[in-house]
């Protein structure tokens, strides 16, 4: 009997070990796990005379993420929405949401949705990871098989993570991004950690 619960031990870290990434992917930068520090590197789809990323932070000042440069004689002063994206909390400081100025208009972005609309075609690496978080990946930079990139002029490829349960499990996605369209495809590899408590 100890000897079969030793062999099921052992074969999931054999499945794992086995489990390695091509010689042509790159590490993910760590500073791209930071999901704030992604949103200055998008390019949106349409022309904006100004757009910002926020928090529903009663504190305007506290509640900018990032801001593009703002034109001298334009000030927008509006509320937040009720929802957006990335939500993680009921209350304040809890979601993100994208503040635009077009035509003299504001328009908001304040769904997944709206948010993979806004950056449109693929341009950067940064981008692609955005606009992977919006379907529950994210970059763990502790493993290669959630944090490695290869892109070319149609795609952009990635292997990154999606976490659930308590204690928590870890499993290593591959995921196609057409840079056109924004077309997400994945495909699962497995886990790669589990834990052993649950906080």
Known sequence: MKIISIILFLIPGLFLS?????SDFKKIPEILDNTELLYPFI????E?????????DP???KAVIYESQMPDFMTINEPFPEKGFFQKCIGEKCFSYILACKKERSVYFSTEQQLRDFIGTVDNLPEAILLARTY???V???NTLSSSYKT??????LYLSKSKGCPEIKESYFIKINRKT???ESKNNGVYFKGDICN
Do not use: C
């Open 18 to 22: 086995q489990n390695t990434i091509p």
């Open 48 to 56: 904006y005379a100004y757009w910002r990323v926020l928090t529903n």
């Open 43 to 46: 390019v949106p789809d349409k």
């Open 182 to 184: 924004g077309k997400l």
């Open 152 to 157: 070319d002029n149609k795609h952009i490829e």
């Open 136 to 138: 529950g990946f994210s």
């Open 59 to 61: 504190d305007p000042d």
């Open 140 to 142: 763990d930079t502790g």
